[in-house]
């Protein structure tokens, strides 16, 4: 079973950036797309972007097109989440999560971590 932790979330003024990492462990990711999620305050839960492992195919949301990048390292084996000219509707509680390829849905899930980003 995989295995996510995040980090690298905080508070920022609207423009800036911020990184966050997701550190996976617990077997070979080589068959999962990781995927970065955030939830906002009595909002639904929304997709912002995701990359295959294998392959490092990405796919965005919309909103944060242009702005997010998503990547990883398979010697750290960790996911990340660049983040540039954030904007205070970026603020949300942001979950890195797996999925086998094929799948419709993410099965696996980390802790998350607070985004916050200030006017």
């Known amino acids: 079973q995989v295995q996510l932790v995040e980090s690298g979330g905080g508070l920022v003024q609207a423009g800036g950036s911020l990184k966050l990492s997701c550190a996976a462990s617990?077997?070979?990711?080589?068959?999962?797309?990781m995927g970065w999620l955030r939830q906002a305050s009595g909002k639904e839960r929304e997709f912002v972007a995701a990359i295959t492992w294998s392959e490092g195919r990405t796919a965005y949301a919309d909103s944060v097109q242009g702005r997010f990048t998503v990547s990883r390292n398979s010697v750290k084996n960790t996911v990340y989440l660049q983040m540039n000219n954030l904007k205070p509707e970026d603020t949300a509680y942001y979950y890195c999560?797996?999925?086998?390829?094929?799948?419709?849905?993410?099965?696996?899930w980390g802790q998350g971590t607070q985004v916050t980003v200030s006017s």
């Open positions: 999560a797996a999925k086998l390829r094929g799948e419709s849905t993410y099965a696996i």
């Open positions: 617990g077997r070979s990711l080589i068959n999962y797309v």
